[in-house]
T-cell receptor, first 110, second 113 residues
Framework: AQSVAQPEDQVNVAEGNPLTVKCTYS??????LFWYVQYPNRGLQFLLK??????LVKGSYGFEAEFNKSQTSFHLKKPSALVSDSALYFC????????FGAGTRLTVKP | NAGVTQTPKFQVLKTGQSMTLQCAQDMNHNSMYWYRQDPGMGLRLIYYSASEGTTDKGEVPNGYNVSRLNKREFSLRLESAAPSQTSVYFC???WGAGQETQYFGPGTRLLVL
């Protein structure tokens, strides 16, 4: 079965600095990869996805993610973090069904 | 266009009680999903319905049943609630059952005493 690992429970960055939230995956066949964000007491919101094509995927709110097939990774990035980016971020992979990582809490400090 | 709606928002049950969580979507999506979210474990798929009239087990189906009432509605039933089912439950929907983006409801917070 497919699986996702988010190795960091927590990521702290200063406002204006670049941020990276890491994700590695395991799946048979072509990977369909997703990033979602969750704000307090809300459902998950879609940020971006990789299906095929360019390894660098651009998404909502200035986020992007880099697909690396050899390293089986799909790290989420943003060049300049905002305090409002503070939230819980989930990586997910689609195989027979959707599997989510445990989540990474991003805190951006002013 | 409300998207995905869930009722109730919050529920407290005693062990052994039953309840049904309701989910509805107004986006004409074919596929619907139920997840539970527990701290440190992310979201785990309970059941899904790829299309009206079909349902399939996900990663953690034990203790739950589902009904795809029509294209819009997908309910999750706990026949005999247990403390281990204390969680936040999310419903989601997609147009198809492949690589499409999932749209999530606001969640139901369930506490089983």
């Amino acid at each position: 079965a497919q699986s996702v690992a988010q190795p960091e429970d927590q990521v702290n960055v200063a406002e204006g600095n670049p941020l990276t939230v890491k994700c590695t995956y395991s799946v048979s066949g072509n990977p369909y990869l997703f990033w979602y964000v969750q704000y307090p007491n809300r459902g998950l919101q879609f940020l971006l996805k990789y299906i095929t094509g360019d390894n660098l995927v651009k998404g909502s709110y200035g986020f992007e993610a880099e697909f690396n097939k050899s390293q089986t990774s799909f790290h989420l990035k943003k060049p300049s973090a905002l305090v409002s980016d503070s939230a819980l971020y989930f990586c997910a992979v689609r195989g027979n069904d959707m599997r989510f990582g445990a989540g990474t809490r991003l805190t951006v400090k002013p | 266009n409300a998207g995905v709606t869930q009722t109730p928002k919050f529920q407290v049950l005693k062990t052994g009680q039953s309840m049904t969580l309701q989910c509805a979507q107004d986006m004409n999506h074919n596929s619907m999903y139920w997840y539970r979210q527990d701290p440190g474990m992310g979201l785990r798929l309970i059941y899904y319905s790829a299309s009206e009239g079909t349902t399939d087990k996900g990663e953690v189906p034990n203790g739950y049943n589902v009904s795809r009432l029509n294209k819009r509605e997908f309910s999750l039933r706990l026949e005999s609630a247990a403390p281990s089912q204390t969680s936040v439950y999310f419903c989601a929907s997609t147009w198809g059952a492949g690589q499409e983006t999932q749209y999530f409801g606001p969640g139901t917070r369930l506490l089983v005493l």
